[in-house]
């Protein structure tokens, strides 16, 4: 299994406060990605980065940001939480080529927001 | 709009049988194709991969086929076994990919039964 791992796991938070998710990578893979997962939508994503300081926005990026000052670590945040952003977070790494765009999940962040 | 598109949200299958999941995209421009497998509480693990240039790649008991000019693709799962069960997300990689980013349908339940 790739080295990634979220945190927190869990969370529960009230509306209107902010909120970071971590993500961590032992691989020392360039892309890392945010995704989130909601019944009928699948994955989609929020915001990824190709490299220290270097990231841009996905199909779903309002409400959220990113920062990555390392190599290993992607956070997500949430500068004010809504009860619209209750859902599973996932974070994923890949080193892309072509022909080759596998990407290797984390195991996931549940938040709640009340 | 939905790119990438799973028409069934649930598969329900005998153990020892076929399970063919589908999936249509809507860009003919899309170039790689992916599955992924789901459990609860769990990060999406990478099943199996196809190139555009190919229309069938096999693993073990996984198939995945092509179908260009249908703009569909399936997997084959033979013989499925309860193990199986779990969410399974077909992904695309889109045109000039420069994130190696992919764009995943909604997902199909599978459910194997003994």
């Known amino acids: 299994d790739a080295g990634i791992t979220q945190s927190p796991r869990h969370k529960v938070t009230e509306t209107g406060t902010p909120v970071t998710l971590r993500c961590h990578q032992t691989e020392n893979h360039r892309y890392m990605y945010w995704y989130r997962q909601d019944p009928g939508h699948g994955l989609r994503l929020i915001h990824y980065?190709?490299?220290?300081?270097?990231?841009d926005k996905g199909e779903v990026s309002d409400g959220y940001s990113v920062s990555r000052s390392k190599t290993e670590d992607f956070l997500l945040t949430l500068e004010s939480a809504t009860s619209s952003q209750t859902s599973v977070y996932f974070c994923?790494?890949?080193?892309?080529?072509?022909?080759?765009?596998?990407?290797?999940f984390g195991p996931g962040t549940r938040l709640t927001v009340t | 709009d939905q790119q990438v598109k799973q028409n069934s949200p649930s598969l329900s299958v005998q153990e020892g049988r076929i399970s063919i999941l589908n999936c249509d995209y809507t860009?003919?421009?899309?170039?790689?194709f992916l599955w992924y497998k789901k459990y609860p509480a769990e990060g999406p693990t990478f099943l199996i991969s196809i190139s555009s240039i190919k229309d069938k790649n096999e693993d073990g008991r996984f198939t995945v086929f092509l179908n260009k000019s249908a703009k569909h693709l399936s997997l084959h799962i033979v013989p499925s076994q309860p193990g199986d069960s779990a969410v399974y997300f077909c992904?695309?990689?889109?045109?000039?990919?420069?994130?190696?980013?992919?764009?995943f349908g909604q997902g199909t339940e599978l459910s194997v039964k003994p």
């Open positions: 992904a695309a990689s889109p045109p000039y990919n420069q994130g190696g980013k992919l764009i």
């Open positions: 980065s190709y490299g220290v300081k270097d990231t």
């Open positions: 860009n003919s421009m899309f170039d790689y």
């Open positions: 994923a790494i890949s080193e892309p080529m072509v022909g080759a765009y596998e990407q290797y």
